[in-house]
């Protein structure tokens, strides 16, 4: 029976996604506790400063025909594919080629306010890493839409591995590397990867000649929705750092607040795996009109994730401390200066959040999944502004971190609670069939024949 599990494990496209996630998330969590160990607070904030506002940008530049692309090309054969890639290829060149003019243009004219600011690193460098990345960032769409999980995995393995490999040389030999050095060996990293996708013809720029206006029109009418939809989704993990950054808390509180929120992005790796795998089968469901199907892969995602979340929260709760002694040292563990505010508080504040993060992603998933991103949109937009405002009252008036972790409590809530509204409107659920059928495909996984719906 062992036997038989490994194989379907090894071969799951679940497990793949899960795979590619948790390798990028653990070298991510490495690639942090080197440089908050090789540099002061204050540097290792401008970094996740530069990182988080590059990260923004990236979801406005992808996020207008990713989700798209990746509905689309799960259903569409032959000259649709090629019309659909190129196309995509064409709109992601204008919009790199117009923010690199942008960024550049804005310090050229604004240079000294720029350079004295924690956002001088993103406004010289990012406008490079804009465009190395284009070419591996459409391989990643593609590879995603065509189910691809172990293309997509190799990807981030070249990508991540050399960096992180500079940061250890950098942190046990002391090579005493500055955050610039750093910088221009991640540009060179993504020209690389980027050049890679290329020769293996992944990311489809050889059907650029293929451009049709049909399907740009196609792409951007979906687009307009699902961009600000990630761009809010980004703000929602991005906001509590670009408002610290402006507060009087400074950039020693960003470094202090981004520990638990990358200890958070370990606990999602599960949840963006079984997303991603989710988003092309719910989008085939519903573009077949099988909306059977679309209910059970619904359920069986969802239902799968929340249980898995449950004893992952409970470890990470009270084993808070240890999680943030090993990511960040022992100089993290300390009260934050300014507010004497417990990091491992904040943590274990985050940490039980968790538990509403399976219903509000997948009912976002869904909604892009049935053709009605504007619900999603809708959903987004209500969970930033709660975020937003939660966040500048935090900050501004009482001056306190944890204030900031609470207002995440709220605006997942709200996305929790709108998200199901507006699905249960389209297409009518069962809130507790997420439970029943994710056990039952849990247990039905490791002693038990899968489904037709499991295997396809």
Same mark, same amino acid.
């Given at each position: 029976?062992?036997?038989?599990?490994?194989?379907?494990?090894?071969? #799951?496209?679940?497990?793949?996604?899960?795979?590619?996630?948790?390798?990028?998330?653990?070298?991510?969590?490495?690639?942090?506790?080197?440089?908050?160990?090789?540099?002061?607070?204050?540097?290792?904030?401008?970094?996740?400063?530069?990182?988080?506002?590059?990260?923004?940008?990236?979801?406005?530049?992808?996020?207008?025909?990713?989700?798209?692309?990746?509905?689309?090309?799960?259903?569409? =054969?032959?000259?649709?594919?090629?019309?659909?890639?190129?196309?995509?290829?064409?709109?992601?060149?204008?919009?790199?080629?117009?923010?690199?003019?942008?960024?550049?243009?804005?310090?050229?004219?604004?240079?000294?306010?720029?350079?004295?600011?924690?956002?001088?690193?993103?406004?010289?460098?990012?406008?490079?890493?804009?465009?190395?990345? %284009?070419?591996?960032?459409?391989?990643?769409?593609?590879?995603?839409? =065509?189910?691809?999980?172990?293309? !997509?995995?190799?990807?981030?393995?070249?990508?991540?591995?050399?960096?992180?490999?500079?940061?250890? %040389?950098?942190?046990?030999?002391?090579?005493?590397?500055?955050?610039?050095?750093?910088?221009?060996?991640?540009?060179?990293? #993504?020209?690389?990867?980027?050049?890679? $996708? !290329?020769?293996?013809?992944?990311?489809?720029?050889?059907?650029?000649?293929?451009?049709?206006?049909?399907?740009?029109?196609?792409?951007?009418?979906?687009?307009?929705?699902?961009?600000?939809?990630?761009?809010?989704?980004?703000?929602?993990?991005?906001?509590?750092?670009?408002?610290?950054?402006?507060?009087?808390?400074?950039?020693?509180?960003?470094?202090?607040?981004?520990?638990?929120?990358?200890?958070?992005?370990?606990?999602?790796?599960?949840?963006?795996?079984?997303?991603?795998?989710?988003?092309?089968?719910?989008?085939?469901?519903?573009?077949? #009109?099988?909306?059977?199907?679309?209910?059970?892969?619904?359920?069986?995602?969802?239902?799968?994730?929340?249980?898995?979340?449950?004893?992952?929260?409970?470890?990470?709760?009270?084993?808070?401390?240890?999680?943030?002694?090993?990511?960040?040292?022992?100089?993290?563990?300390?009260?934050?200066?300014?507010?004497?505010?417990?990091? *491992?508080?904040?943590?274990?504040?985050?940490?039980?959040?968790?538990?509403?993060?399976?219903?509000?992603?997948?009912?976002?998933?869904?909604?892009?999944?049935?053709?009605?991103?504007?619900?999603?949109?809708?959903?987004? !937009?209500?969970? $930033?502004?709660?975020?937003?405002?939660?966040?500048?009252?935090?900050?501004?008036?009482?001056?306190?971190?944890?204030?900031?972790?609470?207002?995440?409590?709220?605006?997942?809530?709200?996305?929790?609670? %709108?998200?199901? *509204?507006? %699905?249960?409107?389209?297409?009518?659920?069962?809130?507790?069939? !997420?439970?029943?059928?994710?056990?039952?495909?849990?247990?039905?996984?490791?002693?038990?024949?899968?489904? =037709?719906?499991?295997?396809?």
């Amino acid at each position: 029976m062992l036997n038989t599990i490994l194989s379907k494990t090894i071969n #799951n496209k679940n497990f793949l996604s899960f795979a590619g996630n948790g390798i990028s998330a653990i070298f991510g969590v490495i690639v942090f506790a080197l440089l908050a160990r090789t540099f002061s607070a204050d540097v290792f904030g401008e970094w996740v400063i530069y990182l988080s506002t590059a990260t923004f940008i990236e979801m406005f530049r992808f996020g207008l025909t990713r989700t798209g692309l990746v509905r689309f090309l799960s259903g569409a =054969e032959g000259e649709e594919r090629v019309k659909l890639m190129g196309t995509n290829y064409i709109i992601g060149i204008v919009i790199t080629g117009f923010i690199f003019i942008l960024l550049y243009l804005t310090l050229i004219l604004f240079q000294k306010p720029i350079m004295a600011s924690p956002y001088k690193l993103f406004f010289i460098w990012y406008p490079l890493l804009a465009i190395f990345n %284009l070419p591996f960032n459409n391989a990643l769409t593609i590879l995603q839409a =065509e189910e691809r999980f172990l293309e !997509i995995m190799l990807i981030k393995v070249v990508n991540l591995v050399s960096f992180t490999l500079l940061l250890s %040389l950098n942190y046990f030999l002391d090579w005493g590397l500055s955050l610039q050095h750093l910088i221009l060996w991640h540009l060179a990293i #993504n020209l690389a990867t980027s050049v890679f $996708v !290329i020769i293996l013809g992944w990311d489809g720029i050889f059907y650029v000649k293929f451009y049709d206006k049909k399907t740009l029109q196609t792409l951007l009418n979906f687009g307009k929705y699902t961009t600000v939809t990630l761009i809010g989704s980004n703000l929602l993990r991005s906001a509590d750092t670009f408002i610290l950054s402006i507060s009087p808390l400074g950039s020693a509180a960003v470094a202090t607040y981004s520990i638990p929120l990358k200890l958070m992005e370990m606990l999602q790796i599960p949840l963006r795996s079984f997303a991603s795998t989710a988003f092309p089968k719910l989008s085939r469901a519903s573009i077949n #009109n099988e909306m059977g199907k679309f209910k059970f892969y619904f359920y069986h995602y969802t239902g799968i994730v929340t249980i898995m979340f449950l004893p992952i929260i409970v470890i990470c709760f009270f084993f808070a401390k240890y999680f943030i002694l090993i990511l960040a040292g022992p100089e993290y563990i300390k009260p934050f200066p300014l507010t004497g505010e417990s990091t *491992i508080f904040l943590f274990q504040i985050f940490v039980l959040y968790g538990f509403l993060l399976p219903l509000d992603r997948m009912t976002g998933v869904g909604l892009d999944a049935i053709n009605k991103p504007e619900k999603n949109f809708y959903k987004i !937009i209500a969970m $930033v502004s709660a975020n937003i405002i939660g966040d500048l009252i935090a900050v501004f008036v009482f001056r306190k971190l944890l204030f900031v972790a609470y207002a995440t409590w709220i605006f997942t809530l709200i996305g929790v609670v %709108l998200g199901y *509204i507006y %699905l249960n409107n389209e297409i009518p659920l069962k809130f507790s069939k !997420i439970f029943t059928i994710g056990w039952k495909s849990i247990i039905q996984y490791f002693f038990r024949k899968q489904t =037709e719906y499991e295997l396809k």
